[in-house]
């Protein structure tokens, strides 16, 4: 594959604000569109594949405007869902985390000040 076909690949995908199955298929087709077309033109630039299919963003736009706004606004919305969910898990679990650390600190603390606090002495008998 030629890196110029992968460069406008990766900048139509990083345009997408959630991609699903539908958009890596779309993404593969237009892919595989590129790769014939460079197939038959040599391309040396980046330039040559915007100046034959568009910019990155005008390839997104003839994307979604051809879904239902519904659906799409769904999609949008399951992905905040989707992060948010994600976010406080991270949180949770940096909180978790965060207390067993102290809690073992603090055991250790104490098993120390125990072992410190310890009076007599121990004698070992070899019999």
């Known amino acids: 594959m030629n890196k110029y076909i ?5 900048h139509v995908e990083t345009l997408f ?18 790769e014939d077309f460079c197939d038959e033109h040599p391309i040396h630039s980046l330039n040559q594949l915007y100046d034959e299919y568009g910019v990155p963003s005008n390839i997104v736009n003839d994307y979604y405007s051809s ?18 969910i994600i976010l406080f898990m991270l949180i949770l679990t940096l909180l978790a985390s965060t207390v067993a650390v102290t809690k073992s600190v603090l055991y250790y603390k104490a098993y120390q000040e125990a072992i410190a606090n310890i009076n007599g002495h121990w004698e070992d008998e070899i019999h």
């Not at 992968?6 to 990766?10: D, T």
């Not at 604000?17 to 590129?34: A, D, G, M, S, T």
Request: proline share 2%; charged share 40%.
């Open 17 to 34: 604000p959630v991609i699903k199955k539908e958009e890596r298929l779309y993404l593969n087709k237009l892919e595989n569109q590129l």
């Open 6 to 10: 992968k460069q406008y690949c990766k």
């Open 67 to 84: 879904l239902d706004t519904d659906r799409v606004i769904e999609r949008i919305k399951q992905a905040k869902i989707a992060r948010v």
